[in-house]
C-alpha cells in the first residue's frame, strides 16, 4: 500500500463529507429564506413552526433569517416555534429499521440544543421550544 495514497483518499473522503455537509446546510438556509421572501411578498403575518428541531440548525437560520427581514416590520414571521422530542425517533414500523430513520436517531441532549442557539447568537427566550413527541 501507498501511504501517500491512502492519505490522500481520507483527505478526499473528509472533503467530500464536508462539501455534502455543507450543501445540506445551504439547502436548508435556503428553503427557509426562499419561504420567507415569499411570506413578505405576500403580507402574511404568523409564526413559524419546525417539527424535528434536532440540534437547532434550522432553528438558528429561521431566527437569523427573521430578524434580517422581519424585525422592523408588522408583517411577516412574528414567533418561532420548535418541536421537538429531544430522544430521537420514535414508533418505527419493522420495514423503517435502517437507514437515518432508525428508531433513536436525531436524539439531541436539550441543553446541547439550547448551547447550539446560544453559541450562534439566537436567545433562547425569543425561540418558544416545547419537548414532546407530535
Do not use: C
Not at 501511504?3 to 450543501?23: H, T
Not at 416555534?81 to 414508533?91: P, V
Amino acid at each position: 500500500m501507498n501511504l501517500k495514497r491512502i492519505i490522500a483518499a481520507i483527505y478526499w473522503w473528509n472533503f467530500k463529507k464536508a462539501q455534502q455537509e455543507l450543501s445540506y446546510a445551504n439547502h436548508k438556509l435556503r428553503m427557509i429564506s426562499d419561504s420567507f421572501k415569499k411570506i413578505q411578498s405576500w403580507g402574511i403575518t404568523g409564526s413559524y413552526l419546525e417539527f424535528g428541531t434536532y440540534r437547532g440548525q434550522s432553528i438558528v437560520y429561521a431566527y437569523k433569517e427573521k430578524e434580517l427581514m422581519f424585525k422592523n416590520y408588522q408583517i411577516g414571521i412574528t414567533k418561532i416555534y420548535a418541536f421537538d422530542s429531544f430522544k430521537g425517533i420514535k414508533g418505527v414500523v419493522s420495514e423503517e429499521l435502517t437507514g437515518p430513520f432508525a428508531e433513536g436517531s436525531y436524539a439531541a441532549d436539550f441543553s446541547e440544543y439550547l448551547n447550539y442557539l446560544n453559541e450562534r447568537g439566537v436567545p433562547v427566550d425569543e425561540i418558544v421550544t416545547i419537548p414532546g413527541y407530535f
